[in-house]
């Protein structure tokens, strides 16, 4: 009977335990506990030591012991590369760079062939000029105003005809004769200048016909010193040109000084 009492007893005092549960030992955040060595319980928050106060940080109270590592983004450029663009225009041309020093001094070149005597000078200078070329070859109208050119010297007085130009340059001022003469082509015009410098002074004209003809033109001009006088085919605005058959000469241009001036 005492037994049972005693059960009865040790059970009343027990069945709280069951009900509410045993008592935490986890001490209040608001409270520091520090011993009295200094050491602190691995269970209190942390704070500046001695502090009875707490402040939590926005990531918890675990968040100094475990810090969260750094995240920096990696882009791999080569995956986003697209395909290689048009070629742009080229830009403006830079400045000029500064002159290079002189290179080193070539080979001596071949002897080049004998030039044409040149202009008599002012001490010994002649008061008498005269030329006479001819042309073998045939010539047709082009775009463009072409100037007669001569292959056959007769005579050349002292190289006043320059046969490469085709014009004969004054050294002694005076008056001058000058004839030309050419063989016309079948079914063609034939139109041609004169010219004293750049300057039209008579026309050889030929309309087209079913025969060739030799024509002539002939003037005298007063001429001053480097003054030139040449002939002169007309542009192709129609049909034109002048014949010759590369064996006889069917062409001829002469000139030559009447009076020298009194300067």
Not at 19 to 35: I, W
Not at 144 to 161: K, R, S
Not at 214 to 231: I, K, T, Y
Request: proline share 7%; charged share 25%; hydrophobic share 35%.
């Amino acid at each position: 009977m005492v037994m049972i009492q005693l059960r009865a007893r040790v059970a009343f005092l027990v069945l709280p335990l069951f009900v509410f549960g045993a008592p935490a030992d986890e001490p209040d955040p608001k409270e520091a506990t520090t011993l009295p060595n200094g050491c602190r319980r691995c269970c209190d928050p942390l704070d500046s030591h001695g502090s009875s106060e707490v402040t939590p940080g926005p990531a918890g109270r675990h968040s100094s012991l475990y810090p969260m590592p750094e995240v920096r983004p990696y882009i791999n450029i080569t995956i986003l590369k697209g395909d290689k663009g048009d070629r742009g225009e080229p830009g403006i041309p830079g400045k000029w760079g500064k002159e290079g020093a002189p290179g080193e001094r070539g080979s001596q070149g071949q002897k080049g062939s004998k030039g044409q005597m040149g202009a008599p000078g002012d001490p010994c200078k002649h008061q008498y000029a005269a030329f006479s070329v001819g042309r073998k070859k045939a010539l047709h109208s082009s775009e463009g105003y072409q100037a007669l050119i001569f292959d056959t010297v007769f005579v050349n007085l002292y190289g006043h005809f320059d046969m490469f130009k085709g014009k004969f340059y004054c050294y002694t001022a005076g008056l001058y004769y000058f004839s030309l003469n050419v063989h016309t082509w079948n079914f063609k015009e034939t139109y041609m200048h004169v010219m004293h410098n750049d300057q039209e002074q008579v026309i050889l004209y030929a309309q087209p016909s079913d025969r060739s003809i030799m024509q002539s033109q002939s003037l005298m001009l007063e001429l001053r010193e480097n003054d030139e006088v040449w002939v002169r085919l007309y542009k192709r605005e129609r049909e034109n040109a002048i014949y010759s058959d590369d064996v006889d000469i069917y062409i001829t241009f002469s000139g030559y000084l009447i009076k020298p001036s009194l300067e």
